[in-house]
């Protein structure tokens, strides 16, 4: 049975034909992989996780709500799409903000937006120099990671002179390492988990490098502070009541300054046999969003920011912004 949030977003794709798409492309370089290979793989791997071989179930038992029920003749379906070898890196950015609309039609507002992204990386030696400054900082990279967002976002907000600003974000908590046995890093199960939103007043955003990881530091003792006190395990009732106040009109004084998803290290491998992994491009729809959304990963080494916005609500060039003072704000916080 799906909880409170998850409940509430079902009922979000039911009223819009579709509330939230999210993913990955995986590219790799070798052999061509024929259809019916790649088929016999997603087989694989419907058998090993249940929720893929699931269907979305109305609950006979209770109004408006749903479960998902195991059904072994499902079979994912698998689309070949062409393009030119050499755009396998870009072409699905460029091809989402088509591809979102055939999924996700959301009234006429896909006649007027679409997502934009932008996506910032550190190459491996960048990004162990971090891990190792998260380590002597007592952080984890999630919370050094939001903490150069904070202070890259306060420069783009522009408050009313005659009231104080606050910014807000929310951001996951990832449940599976802390259930008891622990869920494994590969189990595709959906778990809600998030902790409460955090405030913080305009003017005491810091400007220096210390100020920073005084600020990560921070986030970080709130951020456990919440696990401890069980509320990732609480928030999907809370946020089931915040969705289903989004389903009218946007309403800007419930919404965070921005969200974050941190998903952090991602089991992949660098060569699968006679492929090799070249990399990973994060996608989702946010033609309803009217705050930047972000996500932070980590794959064989490289760590990876998703910056995404609704143009143009959010046109690219506030994501694109958004994008370069975090990336050098974290690049200052790596050199200090």
């Known amino acids: 049975m799906l909880g409170s949030a998850a409940n509430a977003l079902m009922r979000g794709s039911q009223n819009y034909q579709g509330f939230a798409k999210i993913g990955e492309v995986l590219h790799l370089d070798g052999p061509r992989i024929s259809l019916e290979a790649l088929s016999t793989a997603v087989s694989h791997l419907q058998r090993r996780h249940p929720v893929l071989r699931s269907r979305l ?62 996506y910032g990386s550190l190459d491996k030696e960048i990004t162990h120099e971090l891990v190792e400054k998260c380590r002597r900082e007592s952080v984890t990279v999630t919370s050094a990671v939001n903490s150069a967002m904070l202070c890259a976002i306060t420069t783009l907000v522009s408050p009313s002179d005659d009231q104080r600003s606050a910014l807000q974000f929310s951001i996951g908590a990832d449940t599976r390492r802390r259930c008891i046995p622990s869920v494994p890093n590969h189990d595709l199960s959906y778990q809600v988990s998030c902790i409460l939103p955090f405030t913080i007043p305009k003017s005491d955003i ?45 309403d800007l004084s419930l919404l965070p300054t921005y969200g974050n998803s941190s998903w952090g290290i991602l089991p992949f491998r660098a060569q699968y046999t006679r492929w090799q ?60």
């Open 206 to 250: 810091p400007t220096d490098c210390e100020g920073m990881w005084h600020l990560a530091r921070t986030l970080a003792q709130y951020m456990k502070t919440s696990i401890d006190a069980n509320q990732i395990l609480a928030i999907g009732i809370i946020l089931g009541k915040l969705y289903q106040k989004m389903f009218g009109p946007p």
């Open 277 to 336: 992994f070249t990399g990973m491009t994060p996608f989702m729809n946010s033609v309803r969003g009217t705050t930047p959304f972000t996500m932070i990963q980590t794959v064989n080494g490289i760590l990876t920011i998703i910056f995404i916005g609704n143009d143009p609500v959010l046109p690219l060039k506030i994501i694109d912004d958004f994008r370069d003072r975090t990336m050098q704000k974290l690049h200052q916080m790596i050199a200090d």
């Open 57 to 118: 179930q109305i609950n006979p038992e209770k109004p408006n709500s749903y479960l998902l029920e195991e059904d072994d003749t499902l079979q994912l379906k698998i689309r070949e799409i062409s393009r030119k070898r050499a755009d396998h890196l870009t072409y699905w950015r460029r091809e989402w903000r088509e591809r979102e609309k055939e999924t996700v039609a959301i009234v006429d507002m896909t006649n007027y937006c679409h997502t934009e992204i932008s």
